[in-house]
């Protein structure tokens, strides 16, 4: 049974590109939630796709964005990158939207310089 | 808001040593709360959950108890060993989103 999945495991990305991430959530999981964790802290909630929809946005600008595919799978974009945006993105899935724990892939690590 | 505050590490313990790490919370709400451990290079995975006031959790030997009296929700396990060196996240869940503190580390050394 896979788990949670995210690509590319590191990216390295210059100021003003934009990015994409990839996650699978895990199987039978139709939730998907993005959070960014900045060195030494807490993951901090960007958005949550359900239904292909987004459901709850966390604190962050409009440079971030998302989306969710009907198998369930979505992409973080960010545009416009700047040097704070340097962390590891973690992907988290759960199979009902709610309260239910929140399974997360091992993240994608991006610098941006 | 809603928020998790954890104390700061990092946490040095000797192998067999006691642990107890403190979670405490402001929530609206109702919250559930969780655990979270996050091992080098990995993501975050569930170490333990309750989801109402008195309930305990527990796994892999490890204990916390909801206290809505004092908000809390403090992590216990009574022998930590090698392998358990990580950092612990604490988290709640109002049915919003997931709010989490910002880490503690724990190294167990033998």
Not at chain 1, 66 to 71: A, E, K, S, V
Not at chain 1, 103 to 113: C, D, K, M
Not at chain 2, 21 to 31: K, Q
Not at chain 2, 72 to 88: C, I, P, T
Request: with cysteine.
């Amino acid at each position: 049974d896979a788990g949670v999945t995210q690509s590319p495991t590191h990216l390295i990305k210059t100021r003003g590109q934009q990015v994409t991430l990839r996650c699978s959530p895990k199987s039978g999981h139709d939730t998907v939630s993005w959070y960014q964790q900045a060195l030494g802290q807490g993951p901090q909630f960007i958005f949550q796709y359900y239904e292909e929809e987004e459901r709850q946005r966390g604190n962050f600008p409009d440079r971030f964005s998302g989306h969710q595919f009907p198998n369930y799978s979505s992409e973080l974009n960010v545009n416009a990158l700047l040097l704070g945006d340097s962390a590891l993105y973690l992907c988290a899935s759960t199979d009902f939207p709610d309260r239910a724990p929140l399974h997360f892939g091992n993240g994608t690590r991006l610098t941006v310089t | 808001g809603d928020s998790v505050t954890q104390m700061e590490g990092p946490v040095t313990l000797s192998e067999e040593a006691f642990l107890t790490i403190n979670c405490t919370y402001t929530a609206t709400g109702y919250p559930s709360l969780f655990w979270y451990v996050q091992y080098p290079g990995e993501g975050l995975q569930l170490l333990l959950k309750a989801t109402k006031a008195d309930d305990k959790g527990s796994n892999k030997g490890f204990e916390a108890t909801y206290r809505k009296e004092t908000t809390s929700f403090h992590l216990e396990k009574g022998s930590v060993q090698v392998s358990d060196s990580a950092v612990y996240f604490c988290a709640l869940n109002t049915g919003n989103q997931f709010y989490f503190g910002t880490g503690t580390s724990l190294t167990v050394i033998p």
